[in-house]
């Protein structure tokens, strides 16, 4: 009996066993060394922020429009016989370029009524001054010392048919006129916004045929503060002339996947403040936007939205960064003199393609990031790349 139990126990001691003396093991083995590894500093591109005498960019937008936009109509009544594919919409036509045309037979018949009464009317005139020629010789034959009066050498006669005869060239212009008329032409030229006639149908005078738009030149009504006012030197109600043309503004603008640029100049500003906005509203102005003043082929279109910069005449001192400098609208990375990032808040002025310029965040000669950074934590330890700042 006691061998039994002495069996059953014996897996139970040797497992015990087994289990002491891994513990034991364990406790006896030194621990292992702790290596510290250092952070990996990033490396980022600086340029020193520099103060320099400065111009400030204006930068303001507006949307394009045409300087000249009117509704098409007739002055002559008549039916339509043509319409040039000139005159469809988005279509460019000249300037003197017949449009439409309409029946014109009853304006030629007009015509030549008018022109039979000029005719009939000289006779008259002829007639009338031969009568009278013939009456003043007769009455200084029989009183060769007394003047006769107007009714007895029948003047009144000739002056009626001298009216008679202003009358009927009146009405032979005015049928010319209206034959001309039947053609309908712009005296500019432009593009067509839309069509509202077809061959065949009549139309009355002031009928609305279609809107057109004139393209020697367009207009951008760019809005501006007071301080962007002073900034350019415009007063208010300016007008440009010769001697004063207005300060350049570049236009520019999103068109497929470039962005396009436009020279404009201002040509007048209001000379009232706009109630709703409290801002003063000036007027660029760019010729030939659909020929020589394109971009590359690309014309200034109406109802384009774009960005306007012009550049102040009055001189500022101020820091000039980088444009990659400037991160978030308004912050700058900086790396301070222990190599370390510090985030600033930065007060802009103006920016451009290739620089920014501020008023206050950071001073002279400071280090400010250009390079890109992931994950930007105030304070880090970063290693500084030189790089020299760009105008």
């Given at each position: 009996m006691k061998n039994k139990y002495l069996?059953?126990?014996?897996?139970?001691?040797?497992?015990?066993?087994?289990?002491?003396?891994?513990?034991?093991?364990?406790?006896?083995?030194?621990?292992p060394e702790k290596k510290e590894e250092e952070q990996r500093r990033v490396s980022l591109?600086?340029?020193?922020?520099?103060?320099?005498?400065?111009?400030?960019?204006?930068t303001t937008q507006g949307e394009v429009r045409p300087h000249t936009e009117i509704d098409l109509t007739p002055q002559v009544a008549g039916r339509i016989v043509s319409i040039s594919e000139?005159?469809?919409?988005?279509?460019?036509?000249?300037?003197?370029?017949?449009?439409?045309?309409l029946d014109d037979?009853?304006?030629?018949?007009?015509?030549?009524?008018?022109?039979?009464?000029?005719?009939?009317?000289?006779?008259l005139l002829l007639q009338a001054k031969a009568a009278a020629d013939v009456k003043r010789k007769q009455w200084l034959s029989i009183n060769p010392n007394k003047q006769p009066t107007p009714l007895q050498v029948n003047q009144p006669q000739v002056d009626e048919a001298e009216a008679r005869l202003r009358s009927a060239r009146a009405e032979l212009a005015d049928?010319?006129?209206?034959?001309?008329?039947?053609?309908?032409?712009?005296?500019?030229?432009g593009r067509?916004?839309?069509?509202?006639?077809?061959?065949?149908?009549?139309?009355?005078?002031?009928?609305?045929?279609?809107?057109?738009f004139a393209t020697d030149r367009v207009e951008v009504r760019l809005p501006l503060t007071d301080s962007q006012l002073q900034e350019l030197d415009l007063p208010m109600g300016f007008v440009s002339t010769a001697e004063n043309p207005g300060p350049t503004v570049t236009l520019s603008a999103q068109v497929g996947r470039e962005l396009r640029d436009w020279q404009g100049r201002i040509v007048r500003t209001q000379a009232a403040v706009d109630q709703q906005t409290r801002l003063i509203y000036a007027v660029a102005e760019v010729q030939d936007p659909y020929g020589k003043g394109a971009s590359d082929g690309v014309p200034l279109a109406v109802g384009l939205f774009v960005t306007a910069q012009a550049e102040g005449v009055q001189e500022h001192r101020a820091l000039v960064l980088p444009r990659n400098a400037l991160r978030n609208a308004d912050k700058v990375y900086v790396i301070n003199e222990e190599d370390r990032l510090d985030i600033r808040t930065v007060e802009v002025l103006s920016t451009s393609e290739h620089r920014v310029v501020v008023a206050s965040g950071v001073s002279d000669g400071?280090?400010?990031v250009t390079s890109t950074i992931a994950n930007p934590v105030d304070g880090m330890?970063?290693?500084?790349?030189?790089q020299l700042a760009q105008k």
């Open positions: 069996k059953a126990a014996a897996p139970v001691m040797v497992l015990a066993l087994g289990f002491a003396t891994v513990q034991f093991m364990s406790a006896a083995k030194p621990a591109l600086y340029a020193e922020a520099r103060e320099d005498s400065v111009h400030l960019a204006v000139s005159f469809a919409e988005g279509a460019g036509f000249e300037a003197g370029e017949t449009l439409i045309q037979a009853d304006y030629r018949l007009a015509l030549a009524q008018a022109e039979a009464g000029v005719a009939q009317a000289e006779v049928a010319k006129l209206d034959l001309a008329r039947t053609q309908i032409k712009l005296p500019f030229r067509v916004i839309g069509r509202d006639v077809g061959v065949g149908q009549y139309v009355t005078a002031n009928t609305p045929l279609g809107r057109v400071e280090r400010v330890e970063v290693q500084p790349i030189t």
